[in-house]
């Protein structure tokens, strides 16, 4: 058994220690003229929240794979009163990635131990830290945080993976893509919407060039790394993580995480057509019979 090299970096883009609310804390969102989300997780439990948010992206684990946000519920409970006016939903989750092969904790041993809906793209599983031990990893990590965490009407959630340094990674790329490939293959199984969170920068140093038939490539981006709502404005043209891609959110970082929606809200439904009235129908001659026997028109009654 190869026992793989792990990198692991003490800094969560994600956790940030809560700060209660105040009118300072609420300043990004109302002083900047641009509508802002929130994300918050495990560091806000017991602390203040943001307020105004336009919609809220909740954490469901503890901070890595396996762990839960015991605060989940009542998070996603504020998440749920945003004030919308975006193209995002009012409450979506995501969930922490990581591939601690020969770093402690469960690791698949074999295929039996996770039931796959589908093939393993990179073949059986023999409890090595291959990258078919680490899709089944991936898969397993998604499964639970649909199932054990209580998220509800999971299928009709946008699931985001938070992809960072800051968890534990092995230093082989393609094992580290085919554990991310596997959370999303579990969360695109039930039907959910899938995005990938990180920077260009991290992503590429744990995932490296992904595979062209990657189910990674196409999907939705949120980009980390803004330092003000305007730069969040500006981080909207940077390239998506993945290609085919496209870039919905941006990020920056205060007393909170906030974040800019980089695609425009939906349009109204256009408004209902007025009913048509038909025109009325012509009258109808009524005929009658004259002193020779011929029939002729004697008066014209319009039909009711």
Same mark, same amino acid.
């Given at each position: 058994m190869k026992t793989a090299k792990?990198?692991? &970096?003490?800094?969560?883009?994600?956790?940030?220690t809560a700060t209660?609310?105040?009118?300072?804390?609420?300043?990004?969102?109302?002083?900047?003229?641009? &509508?802002?989300?929130?994300?918050?997780?495990? !560091?806000?439990?017991?602390?203040?929240l943001p307020s105004?948010? @336009?919609?809220?992206? =909740?954490? /469901?684990?503890?901070?890595?794979?396996?762990?839960?946000?015991?605060?989940?519920?009542?998070?996603?409970?504020?998440?749920?009163?945003?004030?919308?006016? #975006?193209?995002? *939903? +009012? +409450?979506? &989750?995501? =969930?922490?990635? @990581?591939n601690p092969a020969g770093y402690g904790g469960w690791w698949p041993g074999s295929d039996a131990e /996770?039931?796959?809906?589908? *093939?393993?793209?990179?073949?059986?599983?023999?409890?090595?830290?291959? @990258?078919?031990?680490?899709?089944?990893?991936g898969y397993g990590m998604a499964f639970d945080a649909v199932t054990r965490y209580g998220v509800p009407d999971p299928a009709k959630r946008m699931w985001w993976l938070d992809v960072e340094t800051g968890n534990a990674w092995s230093w082989d790329t393609v094992a580290n893509a085919a554990d991310i490939e596997g959370m999303a293959a579990f969360l695109q199984s039930i039907g959910a919407q899938v995005g990938i969170y990180s920077t260009s920068y991290q992503f590429g140093l744990i995932a490296g060039r992904l595979h062209p038939d990657?189910? %990674?490539?196409? %999907?939705?981006?949120?980009?980390?790394?803004?330092?003000? !709502?305007?730069?969040?404005?500006?981080?909207?043209?940077a390239p998506?993580?993945?290609?085919?891609?496209? =870039? =919905?959110?941006?990020?920056? #970082?205060?007393?909170?995480?906030?974040?800019?929606?980089?695609?425009? *809200? @939906?349009p109204p439904p256009p408004p209902a057509p007025a009913p048509v009235v038909a025109p009325p129908?012509?009258? &109808?001659? #009524?005929?009658? #019979?004259? +002193?020779?026997g011929k029939r002729k028109p004697v008066q014209s009654i319009p039909q009711s």
């Amino acid at each position: 058994m190869k026992t793989a090299k792990i990198m692991a &970096v003490a800094c969560l883009l994600l956790a940030w220690t809560a700060t209660p609310t105040s009118p300072a804390n609420a300043a990004p969102m109302e002083a900047s003229g641009i &509508v802002l989300g929130s994300d918050i997780s495990w !560091p806000q439990c017991g602390g203040g929240l943001p307020s105004g948010q @336009a919609f809220g992206i =909740v954490g /469901v684990n503890g901070g890595r794979p396996g762990t839960a946000n015991p605060c989940f519920a009542e998070q996603l409970g504020w998440a749920s009163g945003s004030a919308g006016g #975006t193209s995002q *939903p +009012a +409450a979506a &989750v995501y =969930v922490n990635t @990581a591939n601690p092969a020969g770093y402690g904790g469960w690791w698949p041993g074999s295929d039996a131990e /996770v039931g796959l809906r589908g *093939p393993n793209p990179y073949g059986s599983c023999n409890g090595t830290a291959s @990258a078919a031990c680490a899709y089944l990893y991936g898969y397993g990590m998604a499964f639970d945080a649909v199932t054990r965490y209580g998220v509800p009407d999971p299928a009709k959630r946008m699931w985001w993976l938070d992809v960072e340094t800051g968890n534990a990674w092995s230093w082989d790329t393609v094992a580290n893509a085919a554990d991310i490939e596997g959370m999303a293959a579990f969360l695109q199984s039930i039907g959910a919407q899938v995005g990938i969170y990180s920077t260009s920068y991290q992503f590429g140093l744990i995932a490296g060039r992904l595979h062209p038939d990657s189910n %990674l490539n196409g %999907l939705k981006s949120w980009l980390a790394g803004a330092t003000s !709502p305007e730069t969040a404005v500006e981080l909207c043209s940077a390239p998506p993580l993945t290609a085919g891609g496209v =870039v =919905v959110l941006t990020q920056f #970082t205060t007393d909170f995480d906030y974040n800019y929606s980089c695609l425009p *809200p @939906a349009p109204p439904p256009p408004p209902a057509p007025a009913p048509v009235v038909a025109p009325p129908k012509p009258p &109808v001659p #009524t005929l009658t #019979t004259d +002193a020779t026997g011929k029939r002729k028109p004697v008066q014209s009654i319009p039909q009711s």
